[in-house]
Nanobody, 124 residues
Framework: QLQASGGGLVQAGGSLRLSCAASGGTFSSHNMGWFRQALGKEREFVAAISRGGGVTRSADSVKGRFTISRDNAKMTAYLQMNSLKPEDTSVYYC???????????????????WGQGTLVTVSS
């Protein structure tokens, strides 16, 4: 089970840190990903991290602004979001998927467990 938290209302240029706490299962054997879905749009990839934390990937739209990380001892993944823009407004979802190789997938199809989503609203 995954529980996402940390969303809220922030002004453009501000920062938020999302958390995704896992319970049950073997957190450290799963790659973790963050996806987002804006109103009326399809879900899109944001960032992903390998099970050991050594490999990360991020969407071009968030490169240099968002950082994904994880703490396997705390069974928690994070998404640090800086320099937020109004177009970052979305519901953000965390997801866990099997680590088949060393590279976490950018496809939502590769993730089998999903959190409930947390809303991030960035005002201009």
């Amino acid at each position: 089970q995954l529980q996402a938290s940390g969303g809220g209302l922030v002004q453009a240029g501000g920062s938020l840190r999302l958390s995704c706490a896992a319970s049950g299962g073997t957190f450290s054997s799963h790659n973790m990903g963050w996806f987002r879905q804006a109103l009326g749009k399809e879900r899109e990839f944001v960032a992903a991290i390998s099970r050991g934390g050594g490999v990360t990937r991020s969407a071009d739209s968030v490169k240099g602004r968002f950082t994904i990380s994880r703490d396997n001892a705390k069974m928690t993944a994070y998404l640090q979001m800086n320099s937020l823009k109004p177009e970052d407004t979305s519901v953000y979802y965390c997801a866990a998927g099997p680590a088949l190789n060393g590279v976490p997938s950018t496809s939502s199809m590769a993730y089998e467990y999903w959190g409930q989503g947390t809303l991030v609203t960035v005002s201009s």
